[in-house]
């Protein structure tokens, strides 16, 4: 059972528009959302990350959403670059899970020029 | 500022052969250290943990093992590789403090079993 997921595996936007991405997840117990960005051959690196008392977090271009009820958080991208093109992977923590991460199965997103 | 190393970058073995791959991080003090794999158009997927020196955990069963013989080092090993283990490895570390969930990778190893 996927405790995170993100629907879209894909996603096409046009250079200087927004890009939403979206991750829903299951676990109530979750407190803590990452995102980060990931290139071919490499490792994913951090963008932004949200703490459950907040609904909304943002750093420079990125702003993530969290909506608690609905089990739902999204990251925006404003405007969109061709060098944000990239997979995305959401991931999230519990207090009780220790340091653990779990990851959604990420989304590609393709800014054309 | 902290660092994390992995090698090779990429490896190609053949079925059967034996498997060492090596993870180090600098400038920080006994980190929690993670292995994944990223099999192809798959997520991430959470292979071993650590939180000290000797003590690992698995997360799902499998032709791999960890080990931790260092505090900042983290090698992950198998005897005799499977096609099935090709993918594309993963280390990360994290702090202690449950404040400092963010995980930060490091560059990766593609492994090809032929």
């Known amino acids: 059972d996927q405790q995170v997921k993100q629907n879209s595996p894909s996603l096409s936007v046009q250079e200087g528009r927004i890009s939403i991405l979206n991750c829903d997840y299951t676990n109530s117990m979750f407190d803590y959302f990452l995102w980060y960005k990931k290139y071919p051959a490499e490792g994913p690196t951090f963008l932004i990350s949200?703490?459950?008392?907040?609904d909304k977090n943002e750093d420079g271009r990125f702003t993530v959403f969290l909506n608690k009820s609905a089990k739902h958080l999204s990251l925006h991208i404003v405007p969109s670059q061709p060098g944000d093109s990239a997979v995305y992977f959401c991931a999230a923590s519990s207090n009780n899970a220790g340091n653990m991460l779990t990851f959604g199965g990420g989304t590609r997103l393709m800014v054309k020029p | 500022s902290q660092t994390i190393h992995q090698w090779p970058a990429t490896l190609v073995q053949p079925v059967g052969s034996p498997l060492s791959l090596e993870c180090t991080v600098e400038?920080?003090?006994?980190?929690?250290l993670y292995w994944y794999r990223q099999a192809a158009g798959r997520g991430l997927q959470l292979l071993f943990y650590?939180?000290?020196?000797?003590?690992i955990s698995s997360e799902v069963p499998q032709n791999l093992s960890a080990s931790r013989p260092q505090d900042r080092q983290f090698i992950l090993s198998s005897k005799k590789l499977l096609l099935s283990d090709s993918g594309f490895y993963l280390c990360a570390w994290s702090g202690l403090a449950r404040s400092t969930d963010t995980q930060y990778f490091g560059p990766g190893t593609r492994l090809t079993v032929l």
């Open positions: 949200i703490s459950s008392i907040k």
């Open positions: 400038g920080t003090s006994n980190p929690n």
């Open positions: 650590s939180v000290g020196i000797g003590q």
